[in-house]
């Protein structure tokens, strides 16, 4: 089975700080994802990347940033968390093509 | 832009009773429509997907959905609900054109009395 690991399960971080997500997939994926979790909103799309060095905005890309340096691993940074981005964040994989994802555990980010 | 809407945001059913969850998506074009399920605590996981051929799709934990074109539609259905399909149902949607990124719904949650 494709496993995405997120990190960390539960974050606290001040308003202001620098704040980095990791997540790690361990089956060559080519494109993995970025959403954030909030209810009844569902999961929206914050950033993806289809390959090494390659990123794109999603829906949702104001106050966030993205690294991916190696093609497992795909990094969401909050440049200077705000209280409104507290939520849970979750990271997902996938091969090319219309193939359903497989997600982490997610990381419930909380900015005070 | 691609959306998909859930009509209900909480459903409570007692054990045995039948389930049904409405899915509709806004889009003309070809579609790959996908149903997740997230139990309390737990990650994501694909229930059933659906991408070509039957539009009566069987997934995990005796689910099923049937993806009906003139409606835009792909409901989640199971005969008998169990305690433990306790959780959030997400629908989700795919297309070419939006290079194949994940719509999702706002999600349902389900809560199954014992």
């Known amino acids: 089975d494709v496993k995405v690991t997120q990190s960390s399960r539960y974050l606290v971080k001040r308003t202001g700080e620098k704040v980095f997500l990791e997540c790690v997939q361990d089956m060559d994926h080519e494109n993995m994802f970025w959403y954030r979790q909030d209810p009844g909103l569902g999961l929206r799309l914050i950033y993806f990347?289809?390959?090494?060095?390659?990123?794109e905005k999603g829906d949702i890309p104001e106050g966030y940033s993205v690294s991916r340096e190696k093609k497992e691993r795909f990094s969401l940074i909050l440049e200077s968390a705000s209280t409104n981005q507290t939520s849970m964040y979750l990271c997902a994989s996938t091969l090319r093509g219309p193939n359903g994802y497989t997600f982490g555990s997610g990381t419930r980010l909380t900015v005070v | 832009a691609q959306s998909v809407s859930q009509h209900n945001h909480h459903v409570i059913l007692s054990e045995a009773a039948s389930l049904e969850l409405g899915c509709n998506y806004s889009y003309g074009g070809t579609v790959n429509l996908f149903w997740y399920v997230q139990y309390p605590g737990q990650h994501l996981q694909l229930l059933l997907k659906y991408f070509s051929g039957d539009p009566l799709v069987k997934g995990i934990k005796g689910f099923e959905a049937e993806f009906i074109k003139s409606k835009f539609s792909f409901n989640l259905r199971k005969p008998s609900v169990q305690w433990s399909d306790t959780a959030e149902y997400f629908c989700a949607v795919t297309t070419m054109e939006y290079g194949n990124k994940l719509v999702f719904g706002a999600g349902t949650i389900l809560r199954v009395k014992s």
């Open positions: 990347s289809y390959d090494v060095k390659m990123k």
